[in-house]
Each structure stands twice: as C-alpha cells, then as structure tokens.
C-alpha cells in the first residue's frame, strides 16, 4: 500500500491527474465563459484542440523535466569523473592502494553514467545527505545495516565508491532513496586539513551547487561514537567537536544555506545493559526510531531542551523496567536490564557537552539548524561494554557482557534513515542566490499582475457604465409602453392599442427586432447585459403575443363561429381556422392570414386603418413561426359546433359491446396467488381487504389486447376522412364511411383508460404483509431475498400485461390470432403476414399494437425489463441487505442488545436507507408495496430495544438505587438514614451509574442542546424519562461542580441577628462563621469539608444564659440542619440566596452564595427526584 501511494504521489502523476480535471473545466465550463462576450469554446472542435495543446504541453514539459535532470545527473557523474581523474601536483607518489582505489572509481562512475540513475535523472533528483563522523563512529556499519537498497549492488556489491581528487576522503552510497556521501573520518577530525586537498574539496562542493543549484545538500548526518564519549580525554573531546562544528559552519557558508542536522550516537551497544535490555525485540520493533526530534528552527536554549528531551527518554526506560524483568529469566541479565535507564541517566551530561558545544553559537557564526538525537547500534561485538556511573551494584561489578555470540542486529536506523531523515529533504533552506533569483521573478509578476488588474479594472469601469446606459435605455422603453398601454396588456384594450404595445416590446433595445444588432467592444469583459436583457425581452414579446395577441384573435375566431351556425359552410371554415391555432400540424399559413385579413377588414375599414391591418398580420406571422399559441382553448364552443356538423357518435356503445362479449367468453383473471402459489398469502395483502385470488380481468391483459380486444375493433375499423380533426370523435351519419375509423380510435382510447385505470388500481392496491416481531419480518424478508426471486417472478409477470408492443417467445396461437386480425382486413395481407412471420423465426422484440399502454406504463416496464433493471437489482439487493440484518437480529444471542447496537451504531440506518433510496427509485404503482416494509422493520426493532433499555436499566440502574440509596436522606427527607457519600457518588457522580447508563444507552436518541431536553427520533419512551435524567444531570451539577468528587463550595455572610442574642456561632465541616452584631464578613466554606459531620448552630444570649445550639449529625448533617431549621427565599442579586435560621424564636438571616449556577440549595432539587421503574 506504501508502494501505491508513493507512486500516486509522483509529480508526472499529478500533473497528469491536474491535466484532466482541466481538461474537463475545458470541456463542460469552456462553453459557459466568455471573453469580451465572446464564447471561444462554443464548438466541440474548439475544446478538443485547446485539450490537445494542453496535452502537449504538458508533455513537453515532462520532457524537458526528465531531460534537465538527466543533464544534471550528466553534469554530476561527469564532474565526478573529471574529479576523480585530476591528480593534485602535490601529491608525487601514488602508492598501489591508492591506484586501486583510483580505478575502482573511475570503473564505478563509467557504470554509473549508463545505469538508470543517469537515464532517470535520479542523480539529481533524490536528496543528498553529507555524514560526518570520526574514524571508527560506525557510519559505515549504519548506512550498511539500514534496509535500504542499493540498485547498483550486482554490479559493485554493497560496498561504497571510494572518491578520489577532492572527494578522496569520501565514500559514495547510492541508495533507492537518497545518496550519501561518507565523509573519511580524519576529516572530522582534523580541524584543518591540508590546503590542498581542502581547495579539493570546495571545489567538488562548487560542483555539486552548480549542479544542483536550488538544493545542493539535504542534510548532514553527524555519528559520535558513545565509546568515544566515554573513552577520549576532555582535549580529545574539545578537538573532535571544533571539528565537526567547523564542517558543519563551512557547508552552510560554501552553500549559502542552512542544512538541518541530525546528530547519531552509535555503538549504544557499547553502554551496559543496551543489549539485555532490548534483546527481545523484534525486527519491526528494531526498526522503530530511538530519540527525539528539534523543531525545525535554531535553537536558542540546547540544553534546556536537551535535557527535557532526554529526561523523557531516560523516563520511558524506566517505565520499561518492570515488563522486561518480567520476561527475563537470567539473574545477570536482569540486573543488567534495571541497571541501563541508571547508565542512560549517567550519560546525559557526557551526550549534552556534545550537542550543546557543536549547536551552540555566537554573534560571529551562524546558528545550526539541529532537527534531532538520535541513538543507534548498527551492529554488536563480544567486546566488553562499559559502565557509565560507577554506582553499580556489587555483584555487577565485573565487566559487564551482554552480547551472547549470536547474530547481530541493528537497533534503531532503519526507520530513522528512511521514515524520518529522507522524509523531510524538503527541511534545508534553498539556496539564497535562488532566493534572489524567485524574489526578482515573483516581484516582476507582481507588477504585471497589478498592470493587468489595473487595466482590467479600468475596462470594467468602462464596461459598466455603458451596461448601465443600456440598462437606462431598456428601462425608459419599457416606462414607454406602459405608459402607452395604461399600465399593460391585461386590461381590456382596443387593436391599435394591442398594436402599439406589441411594437415597443417588439423593439426593445437588443429585443426581437434588434436582436442580431452588434454591440461595441468596450460593453464586454464579462459584464455585457445585451444577452440577458436581450434574451428576456425577446420572450416577453413572444409571450405578448400567445397572452394578448392570439387570445385576441382566438376570440376573433369564436365570434365567427358564433355567427355561423346558419351556414354550414361558413361554420366549417371558421371552425378549421380556429383549430388550425391549436393544432400547428394541421395549420395553412396562407389561408389563415387571408382569413385573418377579412376579418380585420371588416372591423378595422377604412384605409387609414391600412398600416394597422399590415402590422397585424406581421404580428400573426411571428407568432405562427414562433408557436406562441392561444392560451385558452373554447371546447365547449368547438362541440356545439361540431354537433352541428356532425351526428351522434357511437363509440359507447361499441366499446361497451365488445368488453361485455370477452368477459362472458374468458372469466379468468390475473392475480398474485396465480403467479406465487401459496407464497402469495405469506408475502402479499390488499389494501381495500380484496383476497389476493381477485386480480384483474383477462380483457386486460396481454392477451386479452392481442386476441380480443384487437380483433374484435378491427372489425369497426376503417379509414377517417382526411379531416377528421375538424370532426372531432363523433360519428356522423350524414358523413361517409370513413368516420367509422373514429368510433375504433374512440373505443380504443376509452379501452386505453380502462386497462390504465384497472392496472393502477391492482398495482397501487397490493401491499407487503405487514408485520409486528422480528421472526413474522425474517419470515417475509427471507421469501422476498430467496434464490427464485419471487418479487422479481411477480414484477416480470406484470411486466407481460403492461409491455403490450412488445412478442416475447410469440406461440402458434399469437401468430393465428394475428391471422384473424388480418383475414379481416384483406386475405392477401394474411399470407403475407404468415410469410413474414413463421412460428419458429418469430423475433422475440417484434414490435405489436399496444405502444399507448407501453408508453403509460414506460417507467414500470423500464424498471422490469428482460435484460435487468439497475433499480430493481438495487431493490433486490436492499432486500438481501435487510434480510441479512433481521438474520442478525433473529439469530442473536441477546436480541434487545443486538437491535440497541444496530440503532445506535448505524446498522439499522443503513439497511434502510439503502431500502428506502431503492424504493424511491420505484415507478409509483409499486412503492406502496414497500411502505409497511421500512416502518414495521424499524418499529420491531425499537421495540426490541426499548425492552433492551429497560432490562439494563432495571438490572444495573434501578437495583443499585434500591439496594444504597431508596429511602435514605436526602432523597427521602423523613429517613434517619443517610445515603453513604461514596454510594451517592458512585450513583450521582460523573462515570457513576447513572451518567454511564446515560451516556451508554440513551445519549444518542437525545438533543440535550434545547432546553428542556427532547428526543431525537422516536424511542417509544416518554417526555417524563427525560425529565428525569435532566432532573439528575442538575444534581450531577449541583454537588460535583464540573469534578469527580463531591465539590459544594459556598459563602455565608451574617445578615441579621437576633438582638437577644449577642454571639452567633455556625460550624460546618469542620469550618466557623462567628458574628457579634460588627460588620459583617463573608464565610466561604466546602462541603463535605473535613469533617462533614461536624455541623452546628450556636446562639450566645445577651442574658448571658445556656447557650441555645443545635447539630446536625452524620454525613448530611449540614443539609439536615437547613431542612429542620431554615427557610429559603431569592436574595437581592441574581443567584443569591437568603438563607434565615429559626431556633427557639431566635432568627438569624444569613446571605448564601453559591458558587456555581446550578447548587444543592434548592430544596425542591432532590425532593422532585423520582426514579421510574420502567422507560
């Protein structure tokens, strides 16, 4: 899966993924977007190229990408090759080591440059890390022991390529992941190498930057041997770490960048107890990172952060201890194992003077970028390790050993080199003269920037105030016509009035009659209106014209056929017309306007009325070709005129005789029972009470259509006359024969609405059975997901009466029934017929008589078809879906907590959401079907929980109030027995048994935002439930005040006293309020305090008699004392309380403030709190 991702995170990858989604804004977007109110890619042609020109740019792009890095990585084996063939003029003598090395490399460079690292540009492209380290640190043994491949292992081994001229103090390692350069070790060490070869040296460096000019480092790998921290004197010390600090200075400044450093202690072998203590990891855990991380900033405080860092680790080591010691068997181990977090401890001042003096600069250097310390083992030795701190045990005091001869391991690099270093390559800043170069770029983008914004707002200033101009112009036009109109064409006008009112909407600026006007430049970038405006000024005169005009006309027309029902011929003439207006397929353009003309010549006389007449009729044309037809259609005029014309029909009667005949001949019926057997009654209901053996007649059937309805109208069937539309559906006896095809289309359509009318009722009739338990619902859902499918079995065999065009598997008696259609029509057509369609060649989509019924019936035939609705398998598989959950249900142990799980875990809501989204994917006639399926699933389902609820809350709720805190004080303010303050906590508190139980079963169901509480969805359980549980969050409130404990914090201050009484005394656990009549001062007090049941009320008498007191014993005490002595009332500031003490007649008022909004003070709190036996 890594794999995967990292390939889907490749930059050809993205780009390609970047291409297409532009590709499709080209695509689907381009077509809406205009430039200077130009659509560049309106046309297909248009988008395909910009596509194309985008493709390949981008793969020109991608070349020229994998052609630069190839040339860089050229540039650097080549310069590593001219490196490593120049010779320094110092050195004289080439010793034979020197000369192996010499052709070693240059052999390994000549394989480089033809191997895929070159062809791939990976030379260049993957991160480069320098590691630093003195001779025997164990960088080699790392980077060998790091799990990371070397591609170029069978050619050269796993060994790295020795470098030569001003890399001859280096090793190269070229990995799969990065490349790293291994510095030799005498130049950590020496703070000043020869001149010579340090000149070397920058000047590969030089390369490497020329080369790789943004990045030419990644980051520096410093190893520090913790032997050598242990071993060398503190001048060694000194001298190793100016080095390494040097190095580090002299890369930053040579590359001009800040390289992020990483800081590898190795040989932790070589501590006591590193071995034994981490010798029963496995390699995953081996591989994990040991240390810790710096931010990815100069440090300002290293040993502050050092230390805290390492205090953590050292703390995580001894967490460790005990889980080792466990698993440890041998006494020496095990004493070794709890002395290495001891050693680890000992060594943090030893590890910090490195980090600290390397890391640590002044005003002259610098700062370092450190990113982290890291420890690490690459490999172990049977060579003593060493103790740290000399407090060891006796019996540890031989050197100690904990390498056992096997197989050595590395600890902690592969992760660290691989998941954490090369993961963040990106760390080192970029080089500043790059810098310079992208801040120059990007200041001059700037400024084109502006200069186009600038540019661009002045045009759509421009733009705009010409808009506005256009839009002033629209706006006195239409002021025009409603002035010319009186207020619009809605009120009764004149036909000069209609006349002018359609010319001003006519010519509308950018209207119809100007709509292909051209419009300047300058209106465009974006904000032209003309399209818009234009585009509705043109639909309001087209809708004028369908309002007004033609209804103006129509009524024209009426008139005409109102005074035409004494002359025949006159009436079918203005009949026609006034239909031609509604029936385009049948209009005579000419012929209207000629008759259009004769009226208005009549009303409108005169030749002044000339110019009117023609600009009329030029209205009438454009609403024909525009289709803007008349918007009220006169039937009742129409059939009092086509009574005149035509006789009596008898298409009733015809229909009537031919249902009655069938229905005699064929009683049978389609039904569910005849589809699904006994499987019917188990599945199906009707909703009307109707038994499922009645269905629908075989008259409505396919069958029925084909072998009897059809053959039977054919009979009255001939050929209307060619205006049958003027006609309407009526016969006439004194029109000839061809009426006949009339009555047969009037049957037809009146068989048409039958058979609709029948289907609806049966489809929308049925219903699945409801059911109220889990097993009557399994029952039901088990036969609906069964392998022979009979929902499906059911839907098909509808399917047949519903698709009546269509001759699947067409029978011997289909096609003589075709035979009979057709001998009554002609003989010749009926051997034609049997020529074309024989019995066995019949084609199984051949299209029938019947493709009304197919057409009002498309969604649900669609839904059914033969090849296989996506719908209806959705359906059917929402059907298994829910099957599988009540089998879940059924088949559970437990079955309150299995359905309480499935509720609130989302599996219920799922099997129905999915249900539901298939239903409504349904054709109409069959979602009813459905509806009692969703409900009754959900409702035994909530019922089972609820039963659920109440067991948990009856077994864990209800038996542990009865047993602990029934009938005790506070709750029962008569008991002498008090609830025990743990029972009361462990009942009341946070996490005790009531808030668990809450937050277990009925958080979800509950909207405690509002106020009062409410439910979320139905539960079955009352609004008094949650007045309960809000009733118990109050007192959860009240005594534990946001702790888990009890925590009543409150203040007294004396309001008023008695004037017998002179002193005032008041303990409440453990704490005193005292008053003598002075000033009086505020109390605050805890409760339960120290001592909760050291509660009392002491009056001193002026007299100087028997003090009067009294207590309040037990753990309650301090609330038994207010209950039998004190009365309450609402204080002058908001959440104050007047709290007055009455003993013996003497009164004291103290002012009580609670500290939270919400306090026990309340004596209705716990008094109003019942808890029902059932939810």
């Given at each position: 899966m890594?794999?995967?991702?990292?390939?889907?995170?490749?930059?050809?990858?993205?780009?390609?993924?970047?291409?297409?989604?532009?590709?499709?804004?080209?695509?689907?977007?381009?077509?809406?977007?205009?430039?200077?109110?130009?659509?560049?890619?309106?046309?297909a042609?248009?988008?395909?190229?910009?596509i194309?020109?985008?493709?390949?740019?981008?793969?020109?792009?991608?070349?020229?990408?994998?052609?630069?890095?190839?040339?860089?990585?050229?540039?650097?084996?080549?310069?590593?090759q001219?490196?490593?063939?120049?010779?320094?003029?110092?050195?004289?003598?080439?010793?034979?080591?020197?000369?192996?090395?010499?052709?070693?490399?240059?052999?390994?460079?000549?394989?480089?440059?033809?191997?895929?690292?070159?062809?791939?540009?990976?030379?260049?492209?993957?991160?480069?890390?320098i590691?630093?380290?003195?001779?025997?640190?164990?960088?080699?043994?790392?980077?060998?022991?790091?799990?990371l491949?070397?591609?170029?292992?069978?050619?050269?081994?796993?060994?790295?390529?020795?470098?030569?001229g001003?890399?001859?103090?280096c090793?190269?390692?070229?990995?799969?992941?990065?490349?790293?350069?291994?510095?030799?070790?005498?130049?950590?060490?020496?703070?000043?190498?020869?001149?010579?070869?340090?000149?070397?040296?920058?000047g590969?460096?030089?390369?490497?930057k020329?080369?790789?000019?943004k990045r030419?480092?990644?980051?520096?790998?410093?190893?520090?041997?913790?032997?050598?921290?242990?071993?060398?004197?503190?001048?060694?010390?000194?001298?190793?770490?100016?080095?390494?600090?040097?190095?580090?200075?002299?890369?930053?400044?040579?590359?001009?960048?800040?390289l992020?450093?990483?800081?590898?202690?190795?040989?932790?072998?070589k501590?006591?107890?590193f071995?034994?203590?981490?010798?029963?990891?496995?390699?995953?855990?081996?591989?994990?990172?040991?240390?810790?991380?710096?931010?990815?900033?100069?440090?300002?405080?290293?040993?502050?952060?050092?230390?805290?860092?390492?205090?953590q680790?050292?703390?995580?080591?001894?967490?460790?201890?005990?889980?080792?010691?466990?698993?440890?068997?041998?006494?020496?181990?095990?004493?070794?194992v709890?002395?290495?977090?001891?050693?680890?401890q000992?060594?943090?001042?030893?590890?910090?003077?490195?980090?600290?003096?390397?890391?640590?600069?002044?005003?002259?250097?610098s700062?370092?970028?450190?990113?982290?310390?890291?420890?690490?083992?690459?490999?172990?030795?049977?060579?003593?390790?060493?103790?740290?701190?000399?407090?060891?045990?006796?019996?540890?005091?031989?050197?100690?050993?904990?390498?056992?001869?096997q197989?050595?391991k590395?600890?902690?690099v592969?992760?660290?080199?691989?998941?954490?270093?090369?993961?963040?390559?990106?760390?080192?800043?970029?080089?500043?003269?790059?810098?310079?170069?992208?801040?120059?770029?990007?200041?001059?983008?700037l400024?084109?920037?502006?200069?186009?914004?600038?540019?661009?707002?002045?045009?759509?200033?421009?733009?705009?105030?010409?808009?506005?101009?256009?839009?002033?112009?629209?706006?006195q036009a239409i002021?025009?016509?409603?002035?010319?109109?009186?207020?619009?064409?809605?009120?009764?006008?004149?036909?000069?009035?209609?006349?002018?009112?359609?010319?001003?909407?006519?010519?509308?600026?950018?209207?119809?009659?100007?709509k292909?006007?051209?419009?300047?430049w300058?209106?465009?970038?974006?904000?032209?209106?003309?399209?818009k405006?234009?585009?509705?000024?043109?639909?309001?005169?087209?809708?004028?014209?369908?309002?007004?005009?033609?209804?103006?006309?129509?009524?024209?027309?009426?008139?005409q056929?109102?005074?035409?029902?004494?002359?025949?011929?006159?009436?079918?003439?203005?009949?026609?017309?006034?239909?031609?207006?509604y029936?385009?397929?049948?209009?005579?353009?000419?012929?209207?306007?000629?008759?259009?003309?004769?009226?208005?010549?009549?009303?409108?006389?005169?030749?002044?009325?000339?110019?009117?007449?023609?600009?009329?009729?030029?209205?009438?044309i454009?609403?024909?070709?525009?289709?803007?037809?008349?918007?009220?259609?006169?039937?009742?005029?129409?059939?009092?005129?086509?009574?005149?014309?035509?006789?009596?029909?008898?298409?009733?009667?015809?229909?009537?005789?031919?249902?009655?005949?069938?229905?005699?001949?064929?009683?049978?019926?389609?039904?569910?029972?005849?589809?699904?057997?006994?499987?019917?009654?188990?599945?199906?209901?009707?909703?009307?009470?109707?038994?499922?053996?009645?269905?629908?007649?075989?008259?409505?059937?396919?069958?029925?259509?084909?072998?009897?309805?059809?053959?039977?109208?054919?009979?009255?069937?001939?050929?209307?006359a060619?205006?049958?539309?003027?006609?309407?559906?009526?016969?006439?006896?004194?029109?000839?024969?061809?009426?006949l095809?009339?009555?047969?289309?009037?049957?037809?359509?009146?068989?048409?609405?039958?058979?609709?009318?029948?289907?609806?009722?049966?489809?929308?009739?049925?219903?699945?059975?409801?059911?109220?338990?889990?097993?009557?619902?399994?029952?039901?859902?088990?036969?609906l997901?069964?392998?022979?499918?009979?929902?499906?079995?059911?839907?098909k065999a509808?399917?047949?009466?519903?698709?009546?065009?269509?001759?699947?598997?067409?029978?011997?008696?289909?096609?003589?029934?075709?035979g009979?259609?057709?001998?009554?029509?002609?003989?010749?057509?009926?051997?034609?017929?049997?020529?074309?369609?024989?019995?066995?060649?019949i084609?199984?989509?051949?299209?029938?008589?019947?493709?009304?019924i197919?057409?009002?019936?498309?969604?649900?035939?669609?839904?059914?078809?033969?090849?296989?609705?996506?719908?209806?398998?959705?359906?059917?598989?929402?059907?298994?879906?829910?099957?599988?959950?009540?089998?879940?249900?059924?088949?559970a142990?437990?079955?309150?907590?299995?359905?309480?799980?499935?509720?609130?875990g989302?599996?219920q809501?799922?099997?129905?959401?999915?249900?539901?989204?298939?239903?409504?994917?349904?054709?109409?006639?069959l979602?009813?079907?459905?509806q009692s399926?969703?409900k009754?699933?959900?409702?035994?389902?909530?019922?089972?929980?609820?039963?659920?609820?109440?067991?948990?809350?009856?077994s864990d709720?209800?038996?542990?109030?009865?047993?602990?805190?029934?009938?005790?004080?506070?709750?029962?303010?008569?008991?002498?027995?008090?609830?025990?303050?743990?029972?009361?906590?462990?009942?009341f508190?946070p996490?005790?048994?009531?808030?668990?139980?809450?937050?277990?079963?009925?958080?979800?169901?509950?909207?405690?935002?509002?106020?009062?509480?409410?439910?979320?969805?139905?539960?079955?359980?009352?609004?008094?439930v949650?007045?309960?549980?809000?009733?118990?969050?109050?007192?959860?409130?009240?005594?534990?005040?946001?702790?888990?404990?009890?925590?009543?914090?409150?203040?007294?201050?004396?309001?008023?006293?008695?004037?017998?009484?002179?002193?005032?005394?008041?303990?409440?656990?453990?704490?005193?309020?005292?008053?003598?009549?002075?000033?009086?001062?505020?109390?605050?007090f805890?409760?339960?305090g120290?001592?909760p049941?050291?509660?009392?009320?002491?009056?001193?008498?002026?007299?100087?008699?028997?003090?009067?007191?009294?207590?309040?014993?037990?753990?309650?005490?301090?609330?038994?004392?207010?209950?039998?002595?004190?009365?309450?009332?609402?204080?002058?500031?908001?959440?104050?309380?007047?709290?007055?003490?009455?003993?013996?007649?003497?009164?004291t008022?103290?002012?009580?403030?609670?500290?939270?909004?919400?306090?026990?003070f309340?004596p209705?709190?716990?008094?109003?709190?019942?808890?029902?036996?059932?939810?």
């Open positions: 890594g794999k995967i991702f990292k390939a889907l995170r490749k930059p050809w990858l993205l780009s390609l993924l970047a291409l297409v989604l532009l590709s499709l804004v080209i695509w689907f977007v381009g077509p809406l977007v205009a430039i200077a109110d130009k659509v560049l890619l309106a046309s042609q248009s988008r395909l190229l910009l194309m020109v985008a493709l390949l740019c981008w793969g020109l792009n991608n070349l020229r990408l994998r052609q630069q890095d190839t040339k860089a990585s050229q540039a650097l084996t080549e310069g590593l001219a490196d490593a063939a120049a010779q320094p003029e110092t050195r004289s003598k080439v010793n034979p080591d020197e000369q192996m090395l010499h052709q070693r490399l240059q052999d390994s460079l000549a394989l480089l440059k033809g191997s895929a690292f070159e062809r791939e540009g990976k030379l260049y492209k993957l991160p480069w890390y590691i630093i380290g003195a001779p025997g640190s164990g960088k080699t043994t790392a980077i060998q022991n790091s799990g491949q070397f591609p170029l292992s069978d050619a050269i081994g796993n060994e790295p390529i020795k470098g030569e001003g890399t001859r103090y090793d190269w390692w070229f990995t799969d992941e990065a490349i790293l350069i291994d510095t030799a070790g005498r130049y950590t060490t020496q703070d000043n190498p020869a001149q010579v070869e340090s000149s070397a040296w920058l590969f460096l030089s390369r490497i020329k080369a790789r000019p030419p480092l990644n980051g520096i790998i410093v190893t520090i041997s913790v032997q050598d921290v242990l071993a060398k004197t503190a001048t060694q010390k000194s001298l190793q770490i100016t080095a390494i600090k040097q190095r580090i200075q002299e890369l930053n400044n040579h590359l001009q960048m800040q992020p450093v990483y800081v590898l202690f190795s040989k932790m072998d501590v006591a107890g071995g034994s203590f981490f010798s029963d990891m496995e390699k995953q855990d081996r591989s994990q990172i040991w240390g810790f991380s710096a931010p990815a900033r100069p440090s300002t405080d290293i040993d502050a952060w050092f230390e805290q860092e390492f205090s680790l050292v703390a995580q080591l001894y967490g460790q201890v005990n889980h080792r010691l466990n698993r440890e068997t041998s006494q020496q181990k095990r004493c070794l709890s002395e290495f977090p001891r050693q680890m000992a060594l943090r001042g030893l590890l910090q003077e490195y980090v600290s003096s390397i890391f640590s600069t002044n005003q002259f250097e700062p370092l970028l450190l990113r982290g310390v890291f420890f690490i083992s690459g490999t172990q030795t049977d060579t003593v390790s060493q103790w740290v701190t000399s407090l060891a045990p006796v019996e540890l005091m031989a050197p100690p050993v904990d390498h056992t001869g197989d050595t590395p600890y902690f592969q992760n660290l080199l691989k998941n954490f270093i090369f993961a963040e390559s990106n760390v080192a800043t970029v080089n500043q003269r790059v810098t310079q170069r992208f801040r120059v770029a990007y200041s001059a983008l400024l084109a920037s502006l200069g186009g914004f600038a540019g661009g707002l002045f045009a759509w200033t421009n733009s705009k105030n010409l808009n506005e101009q256009y839009l002033d112009q629209s706006d002021d025009l016509y409603y002035e010319s109109t009186n207020g619009g064409l809605d009120k009764p006008h004149s036909w000069s009035v209609l006349n002018e009112g359609l010319n001003l909407l006519k010519h509308l600026p950018t209207g119809f009659e100007e292909d006007s051209l419009y300047t300058p209106q465009g970038f974006g904000l032209y209106q003309g399209d405006i234009g585009a509705q000024a043109q639909t309001t005169y087209v809708e004028g014209l369908s309002a007004f005009f033609m209804d103006d006309f129509s009524r024209l027309l009426l008139e056929i109102a005074e035409s029902f004494d002359d025949d011929e006159r009436l079918y003439e203005a009949l026609k017309f006034y239909l031609m207006l029936q385009p397929e049948h209009l005579e353009q000419d012929s209207l306007l000629a008759w259009a003309q004769v009226l208005w010549q009549r009303s409108l006389p005169g030749e002044h009325h000339q110019a009117l007449r023609d600009q009329l009729g030029e209205h009438l454009t609403a024909l070709e525009q289709g803007a037809l008349p918007t009220d259609f006169d039937e009742h005029a129409v059939a009092t005129a086509r009574e005149a014309l035509v006789a009596t029909p008898l298409d009733m009667r015809a229909y009537r005789r031919i249902k009655n005949d069938h229905l005699a001949n064929h009683p049978e019926q389609f039904n569910v029972q005849g589809v699904l057997g006994k499987r019917a009654k188990q599945l199906f209901t009707r909703r009307s009470g109707l038994p499922l053996s009645q269905g629908v007649p075989a008259f409505f059937t396919y069958e029925g259509f084909h072998a009897g309805f059809n053959v039977a109208s054919v009979n009255l069937a001939k050929k209307l060619d205006e049958q539309w003027i006609y309407g559906d009526t016969l006439a006896k004194s029109i000839s024969d061809t009426d095809e009339e009555i047969k289309s009037s049957v037809y359509q009146q068989y048409l609405y039958e058979y609709q009318t029948r289907w609806d009722y049966f489809l929308n009739d049925l219903s699945l059975l409801p059911f109220g338990t889990v097993t009557r619902g399994k029952t039901v859902v088990r036969l997901a069964s392998a022979d499918e009979p929902l499906i079995m059911l839907l509808i399917r047949k009466h519903t698709a009546l065009a269509e001759a699947p598997g067409v029978d011997k008696e289909t096609v003589q029934a075709l009979r259609v057709a001998e009554n029509v002609a003989s010749s057509q009926k051997s034609r017929l049997e020529r074309l369609v024989p019995t066995e060649l084609a199984k989509k051949a299209k029938l008589p019947g493709q009304d197919d057409r009002y019936f498309s969604e649900l035939n669609s839904y059914t078809a033969e090849d296989g609705s996506a719908a209806l398998l959705s359906l059917q598989e929402a059907i298994y879906g829910l099957n599988n959950y009540l089998q879940k249900l059924l088949y142990e437990d079955l309150g907590q299995a359905a309480f799980a499935s509720t609130s989302g599996t809501k799922q099997a129905l959401m999915q249900l539901q989204i298939s239903v409504d994917e349904a054709p109409p006639q979602q009813g079907w459905f399926l969703g009754n699933t959900q409702k035994v389902a909530q019922v089972a929980t609820q039963s659920h609820i109440n067991t948990s809350w009856q709720v209800l038996a542990f109030y009865e047993q602990h805190l029934q009938g005790r004080y506070p709750l029962d303010k008569t008991s002498q027995e008090d609830i025990k303050l743990t029972d009361f906590v462990a009942f508190g996490g005790g048994v009531l808030d668990s139980y809450f937050k277990q079963y009925l958080a979800p169901y509950v909207d405690t935002r509002s106020q009062p509480w409410r439910w979320r969805k139905p539960t079955g359980m009352s609004a008094k949650l007045e309960f549980f809000q009733r118990a969050d109050s007192v959860r409130q009240a005594f534990f005040a946001g702790s888990e404990n009890l925590n009543v914090a409150f203040s007294l201050k004396p309001h008023t006293l008695d004037r017998i009484a002179s002193n005032l005394s008041l303990d409440i656990s453990g704490a005193n309020l005292n008053y003598h009549h002075g000033p009086p001062k505020s109390q605050s805890q409760w339960p120290e001592d049941s050291d509660n009392q009320l002491s009056f001193s008498l002026v007299s100087r008699g028997t003090p009067i007191s009294v207590r309040g014993d037990g753990d309650w005490g301090w609330f038994r004392l207010l209950d039998q002595y004190a009365s309450f009332d609402a204080g002058a500031e908001p959440g104050t309380v007047m709290l007055t003490f009455a003993v013996n007649g003497i009164e008022t103290q002012e009580l403030h609670p500290s939270t909004r919400v306090h026990p309340d209705a709190l716990m008094s109003e709190l019942s808890l029902p036996e059932r939810l």
